[in-house]
């Protein structure tokens, strides 16, 4: 009985290599930008960013304008909290 050796070589396994698309989260409309109730002003997850005058909140946490106006971010040092608001 004779073998006879592999004429190629096995090819070298895979991991790590599945990844999941990107959810295009974000500002959506920056700072001074003007906004008609309705618009999207920010996708994200968790309550990042909070909700001032004139935004509200989806059940996703996306923030969205509630009248029309322009877009207003702001920081609240003693609460340590980021803002966005329609003026």
């Known amino acids: 009985l004779q073998l006879r050796p592999a004429s190629k070589k096995t090819g ?7 990844d999941s698309a990107g959810k295009r989260l974000g ?3 920056p700072g001074g930008a003007p ?3 309705g618009n999207i002003i920010l ?3 968790g309550l990042k960013v909070h909700p001032s005058y004139g935004v509200g909140v989806g ?3 996306t923030l969205f304008a509630t009248r029309a106006g322009t877009v207003k971010f702001f920081y609240d ?3 340590r ?3 966005v608001a329609v003026d």
Not at 12 to 18: A, L, M, P, V
């Open 27 to 29: 500002v959506k409309k």
């Open 77 to 79: 040092l003693p609460r």
């Open 43 to 45: 996708r994200q997850r």
């Open 12 to 18: 070298g396994g895979t991991r790590n290599t599945k």
């Open 59 to 61: 059940r996703d946490h």
């Open 81 to 83: 909290r980021a803002f």
């Open 35 to 37: 906004v008609i109730s």
